[in-house]
Structures are given as structure tokens and as C-alpha cells.
Nanobody, 122 residues
Framework: VQLQASGGGMVQAGGSLRLSCAAS????????LGWYRQAPGKQRLFVAA???????NYGDFVKGRFTITRDDSKNMHYLQMDSLTVDDTAVYYC?????????????????WGQGTLVTVSS
């Protein structure tokens, strides 16, 4: 499985970005897909997941600002990020195999791509 995340860049606080993840080397239409992020010096955090039926789940810090979608015909999934803050600065990674854990936590089983850097300035 190969993952290619794209769409990152520099944006001012309050702005928007749309991340894309292209997956190849398998079929993923039955998988839960998702996004994680890792800020400098911090652990990788769950951002969003979307199940095969389109149900979305988000990390608590998202607070309605992000929207995850998927297009199984293209083996793609996306993360629309609005109202960005400086705290959203991180490398964003996509994954194509998330498993639900107790307490609403999602565990990423699949491999990682190289990520895409999002930098939000004040």
C-alpha cells in the first residue's frame, strides 16, 4: 500500500486548506480511512476518520472545523480544514486502515505515507 498526501501549505489563521490522500496498491472501499497529525516535538494525534458507510468521527480539538470525505471510485479521501489556527500547524498523515478501540479511540493499522506539512501563521 502506498499513500500520497498532498494539499498542505502555508495559510494565515482563519484560512482553509483541503488535504488529499491518494491510495494505491489495494482496495480500501470497506476500510475506515483517516487523518492524523504530528506537531513538532509531539505525538501523532488522531484527527478524523470516515467509515465505509460515510460516518465521520473527529478528534475533540476539531470542534466542527474539519470535514472528512471519501471517493472510493478514485481511492481518495480528503480533509477540508476551515478556521485554521496556529495550533493546527503540523505534518498531516493519512491512513487507510483504522480500527475502533474502546472509548471512541481510533487505532491506525495501515502503513503511513510521507505526510503533508500544514503551517498556520498568526
Amino acid at each position: 500500500v502506498q499513500l500520497q498526501a498532498s494539499g498542505g501549505g502555508m495559510v494565515q489563521a482563519g484560512g482553509s486548506l483541503r488535504l488529499s490522500c491518494a491510495a494505491s496498491g489495494g482496495t480500501f472501499h470497506e476500510n475506515t480511512l483517516g487523518w492524523y497529525r504530528q506537531a513538532p516535538g509531539k505525538q501523532r494525534l488522531f484527527v478524523a476518520a470516515i467509515t465505509r458507510d460515510g460516518t465521520a468521527n473527529y478528534g475533540d480539538f476539531v470542534k466542527g472545523r474539519f470535514t472528512i470525505t471519501r471517493d472510493d471510485s478514485k481511492n481518495m479521501h480528503y480533509l477540508q480544514m476551515d478556521s485554521l489556527t496556529v495550533d493546527d500547524t503540523a505534518v498531516y498523515y493519512c491512513n487507510v486502515d483504522l480500527r475502533p478501540m474502546f472509548g471512541g479511540v481510533w487505532f491506525a493499522v495501515g502503513s503511513w505515507g510521507q505526510g503533508t506539512l500544514v503551517t498556520v501563521s498568526s
